[in-house]
Protein backbone atom coordinates (compact mmCIF):
# COMPACT_ATOMS: atom_id res chain seq x y z
CA UNK A 1 0.00 0.00 0.00
CA UNK A 2 1.94 2.63 -1.11
CA UNK A 3 0.84 6.04 0.26
CA UNK A 4 3.13 8.64 -1.47
CA UNK A 5 3.70 7.33 -5.44
CA UNK A 6 6.47 8.79 -7.49
CA UNK A 7 5.17 7.27 -10.96
CA UNK A 8 7.90 8.41 -12.57
CA UNK A 9 11.40 6.31 -11.82
CA UNK A 10 13.76 8.56 -13.85
CA UNK A 11 13.56 11.99 -15.70
CA UNK A 12 16.48 13.35 -18.29
CA UNK A 13 16.46 17.27 -18.46
CA UNK A 14 18.99 19.48 -20.19
CA UNK A 15 21.05 22.08 -18.54
CA UNK A 16 19.59 25.36 -18.31
CA UNK A 17 15.75 24.21 -18.65
CA UNK A 18 13.22 23.31 -16.17
CA UNK A 19 13.07 20.22 -14.16
CA UNK A 20 9.40 18.88 -13.29
CA UNK A 21 9.02 16.23 -10.47
CA UNK A 22 6.06 14.87 -9.54
CA UNK A 23 4.30 12.83 -6.28
CA UNK A 24 0.80 11.82 -6.21
CA UNK A 25 -0.39 10.75 -2.29
CA UNK A 26 -3.66 8.77 -1.16
CA UNK A 27 -3.91 9.43 2.70
CA UNK A 28 -5.98 12.55 2.75
CA UNK A 29 -4.18 12.89 6.54
CA UNK A 30 -1.38 14.37 4.76
CA UNK A 31 -0.80 17.70 5.72
CA UNK A 32 2.64 18.19 5.71
CA UNK A 33 5.29 17.43 2.48
CA UNK A 34 8.94 17.42 2.29
CA UNK A 35 11.42 17.14 -0.85
CA UNK A 36 14.53 15.13 -0.16
CA UNK A 37 17.88 15.25 -2.64
CA UNK A 38 20.05 12.24 -2.40
CA UNK A 39 22.99 11.36 -4.19
CA UNK A 40 24.54 7.84 -4.30
CA UNK A 41 25.69 5.76 -1.16
CA UNK A 42 25.01 9.16 0.75
CA UNK A 43 21.98 10.23 3.09
CA UNK A 44 19.31 12.23 2.09
CA UNK A 45 19.45 15.61 2.45
CA UNK A 46 16.14 17.86 2.90
CA UNK A 47 15.19 20.30 0.17
CA UNK A 48 12.17 21.88 0.57
CA UNK A 49 8.43 21.62 1.83
CA UNK A 50 5.06 22.62 2.11
CA UNK A 51 2.69 22.65 4.49
CA UNK A 52 -1.63 21.75 3.04
CA UNK A 53 -2.15 25.79 4.48
CA UNK A 54 -0.18 26.78 1.20
CA UNK A 55 -0.45 25.82 -2.78
CA UNK A 56 3.11 27.14 -3.25
CA UNK A 57 6.67 27.27 -1.70
CA UNK A 58 9.68 28.88 -3.52
CA UNK A 59 13.36 28.70 -2.21
CA UNK A 60 15.74 29.65 -5.02
CA UNK A 61 15.67 27.61 -7.91
CA UNK A 62 13.24 25.47 -6.20
CA UNK A 63 9.50 25.61 -6.13
CA UNK A 64 7.28 22.80 -4.34
CA UNK A 65 2.91 23.25 -5.65
CA UNK A 66 1.15 21.75 -3.77
CA UNK A 67 -2.67 20.32 -5.30
CA UNK A 68 -4.50 19.19 -2.19
CA UNK A 69 -7.69 18.48 -4.26
CA UNK A 70 -5.48 16.48 -6.67
CA UNK A 71 -3.62 15.28 -3.96
CA UNK A 72 -0.85 16.02 -6.30
CA UNK A 73 2.34 17.59 -5.43
CA UNK A 74 5.26 18.90 -7.69
CA UNK A 75 8.67 20.51 -7.56
CA UNK A 76 10.42 22.27 -10.30
CA UNK A 77 13.78 23.03 -10.79
CA UNK A 78 14.91 26.10 -12.82
CA UNK A 79 16.91 26.55 -14.34
CA UNK A 80 18.53 22.88 -13.96
CA UNK A 81 22.23 22.11 -13.43
CA UNK A 82 24.26 19.25 -13.02
CA UNK A 83 24.92 19.43 -9.67
CA UNK A 84 21.10 18.60 -9.43
CA UNK A 85 21.57 15.20 -10.68
CA UNK A 86 20.50 13.04 -7.94
CA UNK A 87 17.68 10.96 -6.35
CA UNK A 88 14.47 13.29 -5.36
CA UNK A 89 12.45 11.60 -2.76
CA UNK A 90 8.95 13.11 -1.56
CA UNK A 91 7.88 12.35 1.98
CA UNK A 92 4.64 13.23 3.78
CA UNK A 93 3.90 13.62 7.45
CA UNK A 94 0.18 13.49 9.19
CA UNK A 95 -0.64 15.63 11.91
CA UNK A 96 1.46 15.32 14.61
CA UNK A 97 2.50 11.70 13.66
CA UNK A 98 6.33 11.25 13.56
CA UNK A 99 6.70 8.99 11.25
CA UNK A 100 7.50 10.13 7.53
CA UNK A 101 6.39 8.09 4.49
CA UNK A 102 8.70 8.56 1.36
CA UNK A 103 8.12 7.86 -2.42
CA UNK A 104 9.83 5.46 -4.20
CA UNK A 105 12.58 8.32 -5.55
CA UNK A 106 12.98 9.93 -8.81
CA UNK A 107 16.69 9.61 -10.59
CA UNK A 108 16.90 13.28 -12.12
CA UNK A 109 20.11 13.11 -14.64
CA UNK A 110 20.52 17.28 -16.03
CA UNK A 111 22.78 16.61 -19.29
CA UNK A 112 24.81 19.38 -20.73
CA UNK B 1 30.50 20.72 14.07
CA UNK B 2 27.29 19.58 14.32
CA UNK B 3 26.31 16.19 12.64
CA UNK B 4 24.84 12.63 12.66
CA UNK B 5 26.76 9.86 12.09
CA UNK B 6 26.72 6.32 10.92
CA UNK B 7 29.35 3.75 10.73
CA UNK B 8 30.70 1.39 9.71
CA UNK B 9 29.56 2.55 6.22
CA UNK B 10 29.91 -0.82 4.56
CA UNK B 11 29.53 -3.73 6.62
CA UNK B 12 29.59 -7.46 6.22
CA UNK B 13 27.65 -10.29 7.92
CA UNK B 14 27.47 -14.18 7.15
CA UNK B 15 24.32 -15.14 7.07
CA UNK B 16 22.81 -16.54 11.16
CA UNK B 17 24.92 -13.76 12.37
CA UNK B 18 23.26 -10.59 14.56
CA UNK B 19 25.05 -7.96 13.61
CA UNK B 20 24.61 -3.89 14.81
CA UNK B 21 24.54 -0.46 12.84
CA UNK B 22 25.73 2.41 15.23
CA UNK B 23 24.24 6.00 14.45
CA UNK B 24 25.03 8.99 16.70
CA UNK B 25 23.93 12.62 16.80
CA UNK B 26 25.25 15.47 18.38
CA UNK B 27 22.82 17.85 17.30
CA UNK B 28 21.26 17.44 20.84
CA UNK B 29 17.97 16.04 18.68
CA UNK B 30 15.56 14.73 20.76
CA UNK B 31 14.38 12.31 17.70
CA UNK B 32 15.38 9.62 15.87
CA UNK B 33 14.66 7.31 13.55
CA UNK B 34 16.38 3.94 11.06
CA UNK B 35 15.13 3.44 7.39
CA UNK B 36 15.72 0.96 5.09
CA UNK B 37 16.43 1.85 1.35
CA UNK B 38 16.12 -1.07 -1.15
CA UNK B 39 16.38 -0.51 -4.96
CA UNK B 40 12.90 0.61 -6.61
CA UNK B 41 11.58 1.17 -3.27
CA UNK B 42 10.99 4.27 -1.02
CA UNK B 43 12.93 4.39 2.12
CA UNK B 44 10.66 2.54 5.28
CA UNK B 45 10.56 2.99 8.31
CA UNK B 46 11.99 0.60 10.63
CA UNK B 47 11.98 1.89 14.38
CA UNK B 48 11.82 5.41 15.56
CA UNK B 49 12.51 6.76 19.06
CA UNK B 50 11.00 10.62 20.33
CA UNK B 51 12.76 10.30 23.74
CA UNK B 52 14.98 8.67 25.42
CA UNK B 53 14.29 5.12 26.74
CA UNK B 54 11.02 4.78 24.46
CA UNK B 55 11.11 3.59 20.65
CA UNK B 56 8.50 2.32 18.78
CA UNK B 57 8.06 0.37 15.78
CA UNK B 58 8.05 1.27 12.38
CA UNK B 59 6.67 -0.48 9.16
CA UNK B 60 9.11 -2.86 8.87
CA UNK B 61 10.14 -3.93 12.29
CA UNK B 62 10.21 -7.84 11.93
CA UNK B 63 14.15 -8.90 12.49
CA UNK B 64 15.32 -5.70 14.10
CA UNK B 65 16.14 -4.41 17.25
CA UNK B 66 17.09 -0.97 18.86
CA UNK B 67 17.74 0.30 22.17
CA UNK B 68 17.98 4.15 23.57
CA UNK B 69 19.60 4.69 26.23
CA UNK B 70 21.33 7.63 25.48
CA UNK B 71 19.69 11.00 23.84
CA UNK B 72 22.74 10.53 21.43
CA UNK B 73 22.75 7.21 20.31
CA UNK B 74 20.23 4.89 18.36
CA UNK B 75 21.63 1.55 17.20
CA UNK B 76 19.72 -0.47 15.02
CA UNK B 77 20.82 -4.87 15.37
CA UNK B 78 20.19 -6.50 12.48
CA UNK B 79 19.39 -10.11 13.74
CA UNK B 80 19.43 -13.57 11.98
CA UNK B 81 15.40 -13.42 12.06
CA UNK B 82 15.43 -10.63 9.32
CA UNK B 83 14.99 -12.64 6.18
CA UNK B 84 16.52 -10.02 3.94
CA UNK B 85 18.92 -7.72 5.64
CA UNK B 86 20.82 -7.07 2.84
CA UNK B 87 19.95 -3.38 2.20
CA UNK B 88 21.03 0.75 2.85
CA UNK B 89 20.35 1.34 6.09
CA UNK B 90 20.03 5.28 6.76
CA UNK B 91 19.45 6.62 10.36
CA UNK B 92 17.92 10.03 10.75
CA UNK B 93 17.60 12.69 13.94
CA UNK B 94 15.04 15.67 14.18
CA UNK B 95 15.03 18.09 17.38
CA UNK B 96 11.74 16.61 18.05
CA UNK B 97 8.92 13.95 16.71
CA UNK B 98 8.42 15.45 12.89
CA UNK B 99 6.18 17.82 13.11
CA UNK B 100 5.40 21.38 11.81
CA UNK B 101 8.46 22.82 10.12
CA UNK B 102 10.42 20.40 11.57
CA UNK B 103 12.73 18.36 8.82
CA UNK B 104 14.29 14.77 9.29
CA UNK B 105 18.75 14.88 8.77
CA UNK B 106 19.89 11.80 7.80
CA UNK B 107 23.36 9.90 8.22
CA UNK B 108 25.53 8.99 5.49
CA UNK B 109 24.21 5.43 5.71
CA UNK B 110 25.61 1.49 5.88
CA UNK B 111 25.26 -0.36 3.21
CA UNK B 112 25.13 -4.23 4.87
CA UNK B 113 25.76 -7.40 2.80
CA UNK B 114 24.94 -10.61 3.92
CA UNK B 115 27.66 -13.04 2.20
Not at chain 1, 18 to 45: H, Q, R, V
Not at chain 2, 17 to 22: A, C, G, I, K, R
Not at chain 2, 34 to 44: E, I, K, S
Request: glycine share 8%.
Amino acid sequence: DQQVKQNSPSLSVQEGRISILNCDYTNSMFDYFLWYKKYPAEGPTFLISISSIKDKNEDGRFTVFLNKSAKHLSLHIVPSQPGDSAVYFCAALAGTASKLTFGTGTRLQVTL
Amino acid sequence: DGGITQSPKYLFRKEGQNVTLSCEQNLNHDAMYWYRQDPGQGLRLIYYSQIVNDFQKGDIAEGYSVSREKKESFPLTVTSAQKNPTAFYLCASSPHAIAGNTEAFFGQGTRLTVV
